[in-house]
């Protein structure tokens, strides 16, 4: 899920754009905005867990995850075909992979609770298929499970230019839509179904998800075939879309709902939650890529800062929490709400320190080496997916 630059690498020579795509603006300064929004929110959630304030409302920020797959979705989708393949790869190698590996790495070394990982843990976190593998999930890392289907997403996506690029729009934005409301019964499937502690939770495998990614994919669709001024219109007011954002978590939060924190849904339960992902990440991410805003509180410079961070900001926001506790003296799941709020500020603002350094030292300079592009030519930082 990382956060902002250059180059919307689109898929696939033989793809060829359309007049309307070129025409699209190639970066969104609100989505940067929206993205650090994102990161910042499912820091809430994990730091709600990890307190025991039993907020079903904080707990159900984690929904902010489907928001980055939205954006990334989207993001890449309204720019396919405008790159060969293999530089679509190795842009997406270029902007991911020097900061997971920093952080797994680093994680490993220094973080006391990661000293007693397996080498099935050490090996599938370092390969980003941690959720293949039984208890692949590693301390400090516990998050990176939604990176790996992230990462599915970007291996997939030239299958589904190659699949989709050249179908007419109403049959692709169908076969997007169709395959989003399937994902819905992958909870039914028998195997994932059947899921017990000792094994691999397939649950959370890509399929899962494929409607949270078809949204963005599906508000490119929209882009592409133009917006009328009614829907611009009906976009416009941030205020109310946000409000549906709250009422989405709030309904997806109670216990009729389906199960809170960690404990492990049944299939129509997780279905539940991921079709209330769906509609959290629509009703957040279509009003502000659909009616963008040249000057919002979004594109504000504290806003852009943090989205540009925040990939590292997802990254070691895990790692730095699980310092928090014994730096502050607040033990775990102590259901106070000022130990909430104590572990929040700390957890934040090392993060954001953290994730800045990151970007600076590792991020933006491995992007630049693996693209073989030197400082003096890099261009004014573009909005990019993932």
């Known amino acids: 899920m990382s956060n902002q630059f250059q180059v919307d690498p689109g898929l696939g020579a033989s793809v060829q754009p359309q007049a309307s795509v070129k025409s699209v603006p190639q970066h969104l300064p609100e989505l940067d905005g929206l993205r650090a929004v994102a990161s910042l929110g499912i820091i809430v959630t994990h730091v709600s867990f990890q307190t025991g304030t039993g907020w079903g409302f904080a707990g159900r920020f984690d929904y902010f995850v489907a928001v980055f797959f939205a954006l990334s979705a989207f993001l890449l989708w309204r720019r396919r075909g405008l790159h060969t393949l293999s530089g679509y790869a190795r842009s997406r190698v270029a902007r991911l992979l020097p900061?997971?590996?920093?952080?797994?790495?680093?994680?490993?070394?220094?973080?006391?609770?990661?000293?007693?990982?397996?080498?099935?843990?050490?090996?599938s976190n370092l390969t980003s298929t941690q959720i293949y593998v039984v208890d692949g999930l590693a301390p400090g890392l516990t998050h990176l499970w939604s990176l790996c289907v992230e990462f599915f997403f970007y291996l997939a996506l030239p299958l589904l230019v190659w699949l989709l690029g050249t179908l007419p729009r109403r049959w692709r934005v169908a076969a997007i839509a169709l395959g989003a409301v399937i994902s819905w019964a992958w909870g039914f499937v028998p195997f994932v179904a059947d899921y017990s502690k000792d094994q691999v939770n397939s649950q959370i495998w890509p399929p899962a998800y494929a409607s949270w990614f078809a949204v963005g994919m599906l508000a490119a669709e929209c882009e592409e075939a133009g917006i009328s001024w009614r829907v611009q219109r009906a976009l416009r007011p941030r205020w109310a879309w946000w409000l549906a954002a709250a009422v989405v978590l709030w309904i997806s939060s109670r216990e009729w709902f389906g199960p809170q924190g960690l404990v492990h849904p049944g299939p129509g339960e997780f279905s539940?939650?991921?079709?209330?992902?769906?509609?959290?990440?629509?009703?957040?991410?279509?009003?502000?890529?659909?009616?963008?805003?040249?000057?919002?509180?979004?594109?504000?410079?504290?806003?852009?800062?943090?989205?540009?961070?925040?990939?590292?900001?997802?990254?070691?926001?895990?790692?730095?929490?699980?310092?928090?506790?014994?730096?502050?003296?607040?033990?775990?799941?102590?259901?106070?709400?000022?130990?909430?709020?104590?572990?929040?500020?700390v957890t934040v603002v090392a993060t954001v320190v953290v994730s800045a350094a990151s970007y600076t030292l590792i991020e933006r300079p491995g992007r630049d080496f693996l693209l073989g592009r030197r400082r003096k030519d890099r261009p004014r930082p573009r909005h990019t997916s993932s």
């Open 272 to 345: 539940r939650r991921i079709i209330a992902g769906a509609a959290f990440a629509a009703v957040v991410v279509v009003p502000v890529a659909l009616a963008p805003r040249d000057k919002s509180w979004l594109t504000s410079p504290l806003m852009q800062a943090l989205g540009a961070w925040s990939y590292s900001i997802f990254l070691w926001h895990v790692a730095i929490l699980g310092l928090a506790f014994p730096l502050t003296g607040v033990p775990l799941f102590s259901g106070k709400p000022l130990d909430f709020w104590v572990i929040l500020a």
């Open 99 to 123: 900061a997971y590996f920093a952080c797994v790495v680093a994680v490993m070394l220094l973080l006391p609770d990661a000293h007693s990982l397996t080498l099935t843990q050490l090996l």
